[in-house]
């Protein structure tokens, strides 16, 4: 992530909403990829750099939710963000509203870097598969609710996020019951976009070929697959193989653990760079240049972590078998074909 600065030079978040120093309104521009700091004119948000005219997305309005800009013509009522919401939790309680911006704010997180990274969010040809989000309740958090459990998932294109995964306690606690090393509603979405992703650019495209060498057969049965993965304690040596133990549950498994790991990279090096922690010298499009300024950045955030008194950051290991298929990831988002 990249930072941000208020016309009147101060720092600003990406889910900032005003100005702390001067107390303008900010915005972010998602067409431009920039904060935009806004004077009020009547019903409209105006940037003086340019003179543009902005709404804010309704769901800022409505429940302070969403900071990002509609451009004067747009007649739309919700960002494009927002607009990829099928459903979302009630949100008459403030504890369902807060959770929900949780939720909002990371996936406006994800689509930053899927934008940054030049991916279409609505490509125009999309095989039938349209993006959408689903944030849904269970039993085991709201009594009032018929479904017993909500998965977090993906199926053609609707990626469901259960609300409880933005209560820390419950993440957690899941996150101990399945003896994950990290667990955060960012990774939840760069997971499961990652599904998306392989549906739009890999699997009936040139590089589902290299997709069956290096991850297996995408066909393999799914509820066998994942069957005998809760079934049996993983391996000792998984980790030579997979980025993480669960990425060895299945082909498609180990793709979108994968591809959030290709994202959880590029972001952390971008955000290193604009605070200046590291000087990028990696051409973007030399994988084993960002891998090695990962692996220098990540021994480097683990040291700080443990210094304050936290667990790593990046509990992880990168081994040639995980470069190949994050190497992969690359070239497909890149598309880059020799
Ligand atoms: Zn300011
Ligand atoms: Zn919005
Ligand atoms: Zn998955």
């Not at 004077?39 to 309005?61: L, P, T």
């Not at 019951?177 to 650019?201: K, P, S, V, W």
């Not at 669960?246 to 955000?271: F, G, K, S």
């Amino acid at each position: 992530m990249r930072d941000f600065h208020c016309q009147c030079g101060a720092r600003v978040f990406f889910h900032n909403s005003r100005c702390l120093n001067c107390g303008l309104s900010l915005g972010f521009d998602p067409q431009r990829l920039q904060m935009r700091s806004l004077r009020v004119e009547g019903a409209w948000r105006v940037d003086d750099s340019d003179g543009k005219r902005f709404r804010y997305c309704r769901n800022q309005r409505d429940y302070g939710a969403c900071n990002w800009l509609l451009p004067e013509g747009e007649h739309k009522p919700y960002c494009i963000s927002c607009r990829l919401n099928r459903t979302v939790p009630d949100l008459s309680g403030a504890e369902n509203i807060g959770r929900w911006i949780k939720l909002e704010e990371a996936k406006r997180h994800l689509l930053y870097s899927l934008l940054s990274l030049g991916l279409a969010l609505t490509p125009a040809n999309n095989r039938g598969v349209n993006l959408a989000f689903a944030f849904l309740e269970d039993a085991r958090t709201n009594p009032d609710m018929a479904e017993s459990f909500i998965a977090t998932g993906h199926k053609s294109g609707l990626i469901t996020i259960n609300l409880a995964e933005a209560d820390d306690l419950y993440r957690e606690r899941v996150r101990e019951e399945l003896g994950e090393h990290y667990r955060t509603i960012l990774g939840h979405f760069r997971h499961e976009i990652g599904h998306y992703y392989y549906e739009i650019l890999v699997a009936d495209s040139q590089w589902r070929e290299s997709f069956e060498t290096l991850f297996g057969d995408p066909q393999t049965d799914y509820g066998e697959a994942l069957n005998r993965y809760y079934a049996l304690s993983p391996s000792a040596d998984w980790h030579k193989a997979y980025i993480s133990n669960y990425a060895q549950a299945h082909p498609l498994e180990d793709w979108a653990e994968t591809w959030a790991h290709y994202l959880h990279i590029v972001d952390t090096l971008e955000t290193a760079t604009t605070f200046g922690l590291i000087s990028r010298d990696a051409e973007p499009g030399d994988m084993d240049a960002i891998l090695s300024e990962w692996l220098e950045l990540s021994v480097g955030l683990n040291a700080l972590n443990r210094s304050m008194g936290l667990a790593d950051a990046y509990p992880f290991v990168i081994t040639p078998a995980v470069r190949d298929k994050l190497n992969l990831v690359h070239r497909v988002i890149r598309n880059l074909t020799s």
